[in-house]
């Protein structure tokens, strides 16, 4: 089945830009979904189809994807912006068809 | 208001069962392709099982396979979940989203706050 990777974390401060990579074989066919999830709560979609924003997220949140590796941006970091991202495609030939990356802790220093 | 509430989970001893619910308002539960998707303590997302809008095709993942099944009523506007044969590895917490289709892509738009599953003796 189709693998995502992503790495355990990163570190920014306040301000600065955070970039999450997310890799896969080809991933820039496919599209791209990233949800950020807060301690004790269920994920939310910042990022859907590479790089569009769902109504409500701020135009800090940005992807992009090519190649073997698409990247969730988050420009101007917030300490409220501290959490943990996961990237997630759909195979459409696969039966298990939604995949979710291993996930990344960012952490606002 | 647009939302899931999920219910049903607990601690169960392994090779018992549980029936998790979601309930579903807001918006025309029987448009919409549903999943289960779960989350182990300090773990990551794993996706379980999915349903279409007529619950005529459902997929499981192979961890899940055979022990659990996904039903749904869109009278009630509701998510079933009945698992059988637990496991202490099927302990996490459960979520419920909502699957949003677009043309060569689907993702989760609307996610349930969740219910923990605990198997333990």
């Known amino acids: 089945s189709y693998v995502l990777t992503q790495p355990p974390s990163v570190s920014v401060a306040p301000g600065q830009t955070a970039r999450i990579t997310c890799g896969g074989n080809n991933i820039g066919s496919k599209s791209v979904h990233w949800y950020q999830q807060k301690p004790g709560q269920a994920p939310v979609l910042v990022v859907y189809?590479?790089?569009d924003r769902p109504s409500g997220i701020p135009e800090r949140f940005s992807g992009s994807n090519s190649g073997n590796t698409a990247t969730l941006t988050i420009s101007r970091v917030e300490a409220g912006d501290e959490a943990d991202y996961y990237c997630?495609?759909?195979?459409?030939?696969?039966?298990?068809?939604?995949?979710f990356g291993t996930g990344t802790k960012v952490t606002v220093l | 208001q647009v939302q899931l509430v999920e219910s049903g989970g607990g601690l169960v001893k392994p090779g018992g069962s549980l029936r998790l619910s979601c309930a579903a308002s807001g918006f025309t539960f029987s448009d919409y392709y549903m999943s289960w998707i779960r989350q182990a303590p300090g773990k990551g997302l794993e996706w379980v099982s999915y349903i279409s809008s007529s619950g005529s095709t459902i997929y499981y993942a192979d961890s899940v396979k055979g022990r659990f099944t996904i039903s749904r009523d869109n009278a009630k506007n509701s998510l079933y979940l009945q698992m059988n044969s637990l496991r202490a590895e099927d302990t996490a917490v459960y979520y419920c989203?909502?699957?949003?289709?677009?043309?060569?892509?689907?993702?989760?738009?609307?996610w349930g706050r969740g219910t923990l599953v605990t198997v333990s003796s």
């Open positions: 989203a909502r699957v949003w289709q677009l043309a060569r892509t689907e993702y989760f738009d609307l």
């Open positions: 997630q495609v759909w195979d459409s030939s696969s039966d298990h068809p939604y995949v």
């Open positions: 189809d590479d790089s």
